[in-house]
C-alpha cells in the first residue's frame, strides 16, 4: 500500500522576512527549510509511520548500526521555480529508480518508485516558501535512508528510517561559471570492482575527502579519480562524471558499470549532445589517450557534471610525472561546447526553453 506523507498539525515556520534574508546569500544548502518528510521500516511490518514534521534531530541510539556500519544511501535533486511562479523538479523518476538500485546493494529495503516520488511532493509543498527564484538557484532535495536500530554484530539492520530534507542552493563552486583545475590522483581510489561506486552511499565521499586535500595542496577545486586496479583508466570526479570534447566532434566519457555512478545530468548531457553537433562517444579513455589528445589538441574542452554543480568547464589537468607536478591546461578552456550545453540544460530546467524530453515534473501551481 502506498505511503501517505501527511503534514503534522502544528508545526513551526520561519517568518518570511528570515527566508528572504536567507536567500540574499544561501550558500549550497547552508540552511535548511522548516520541514522534513520520514517514514520508517522494520523487517516485522515493512514501511510504516510516514509523516512530515518539523527539521530536527533524530532520537538515534549511540550504538545505531549507521555510526558503525556505514549502511546508508542518499539522492540529491533539485526543484526549480518558474518564472510565472510554479515549482518544477528535474527528473526525480530516475533518481527514485536509482535509489532503490542503491538500496539493493547495500542490503537496505527498497522504498517505491512512488513512494519516493511522493515524499519530495510532500516536503516542497510543505515548505514551498523557501524554493528561491534568483538567478542560477533552486532548492536542493535530499532523501536518504539507513539503519538506525542499535546492535554491534556486522549484519543488515532491521530498523530503517527514510527522510528527506532539502533548503535554497546557489552555486556549488564560488567560483561560478569560471573553469576549475582538477587534481588527477594515482594515489587513491574511488571505487573497485565489486564494490559501492555505482551506489550513491557515504561511503564512495568519505572515501574521496583525502584525495580531494592531496588535491587541494596542489591548487585544484576537485579531483579525477582513475581506476583501482591499474590507475590507467578514467572513471569520474568525488562527487561528478567526466566529459572530454574532440576535435572530430565526440564527446567522450566512461562507461558507467559497477565503480562509476549512473548520473542523472550525465545521461541528459548525453541526450542533448547531438543539438550541438557531438557525438556520444561512451567508452573506456585511458589517462594516457586523455593526456596526449589534450597535448596535441584534439581533445579541446573536458567538464565536470552532477547535480549540484551542474556542469563546470575544467581549465586544466595537474597530475604527477616522474615525482614532479606536470599541468597540461585545455585549448579551448572556456569551454564553448560545454557552456552551450550548460545553457541548454538550464534553460529547461528553469522554463525558459521547451522542455521537449518531457523532464519536468509539475510540483506546485
Not at 151 to 158: P, R
Not at 171 to 176: C, E, K, L, P
Request: with cysteine; glycine share 10%; hydrophobic share 40%.
Amino acid at each position: 500500500m502506498a505511503l501517505t506523507f501527511d503534514l503534522v498539525p502544528n508545526t513551526t515556520r520561519t517568518p518570511a522576512t528570515d527566508i528572504a534574508a536567507i536567500f540574499e546569500n544561501p550558500g549550497f544548502v547552508n540552511h535548511f527549510s522548516d520541514h522534513m518528510a520520514i517514514a520508517e521500516w522494520t523487517s516485522e511490518g515493512g514501511w510504516d509511520k510516514a509523516r512530515v514534521v518539523n527539521y530536527g534531530p533524530f532520537p538515534l541510539a549511540p550504538g545505531a548500526a549507521v555510526l558503525h556500519y556505514g549502511q546508508e544511501i542518499f539522492e540529491g535533486l533539485k526543484v526549480y521555480r518558474h518564472a510565472d511562479g510554479s515549482l518544477w523538479s528535474f527528473r526525480p523518476e530516475m533518481n527514485a529508480r536509482r535509489f532503490i538500485k542503491s538500496c539493493e546493494r547495500m542490503a537496505l529495503p527498497t522504498l517505491p518508485e512512488e513512494d519516493f516520488l511522493a515524499s519530495i511532493l510532500a516536503l516542497i509543498r510543505a515548505d514551498e516558501a523557501w524554493v528561491p527564484s534568483g538567478e542560477e538557484m533552486s532548492y536542493y532535495v535530499r532523501p536518504y535512508m539507513f539503519a538506525s536500530d542499535a546492535f554491534l554484530g556486522v549484519h543488515a539492520g532491521a530498523k530503517i528510517t527514510y527522510a528527506v530534507i532539502g533548503g535554497p542552493a546557489g552555486a556549488y563552486f564560488s567560483s561560478g561559471l569560471a573553469g576549475v583545475d582538477i587534481w588527477v590522483t594515482t594515489t587513491y581510489s574511488r571505487a573497485g570492482e565489486g564494490g559501492t561506486g555505482a551506489a550513491k552511499c557515504g561511503g564512495n565521499y568519505a572515501s574521496s575527502l583525502i584525495a580531494q586535500q592531496e588535491g587541494a595542496e596542489h591548487g585544484c577545486s576537485q579531483v579525477l579519480f582513475s581506476d583501482a586496479a591499474s590507475h590507467e583508466w578514467v572513471e569520474e570526479l568525488g562527487g561528478m562524471n567526466f566529459f572530454a570534447v574532440t576535435t572530430d566532434g565526440r564527446l567522450v566519457t566512461p562507461p558507467t558499470s559497477g565503480t562509476i555512478l549512473d548520473g542523472v545530468t550525465r545521461n541528459s548531457v548525453l541526450t542533448l549532445a547531438p543539438e550541438f553537433g557531438l557525438t556520444p562517444d561512451v567508452r573506456p579513455l585511458s589517462l594516457s589517450e586523455l593526456y596526449a589528445g589534450i597535448d596535441s589538441g584534439t581533445i579541446v574542452e573536458a567538464f565536470a557534471c552532477g547535480t549540484a554543480a551542474v556542469i563546470t568547464p575544467i581549465t586544466s589537468l595537474v597530475y604527477e610525472r616522474e615525482g614532479a607536478e606536470s599541468k597540461l591546461t585545455l585549448p579551448n578552456p572556456e569551454g564553448e561546447k560545454t557552456l552551450a550545453i550548460r545553457a541548454a540544460l538550464v534553460d529547461i530546467q528553469w522554463g525558459r526553453a521547451e522542455d521537449r524530453y518531457g523532464w519536468m515534473h509539475k510540483v506546485s501551481a
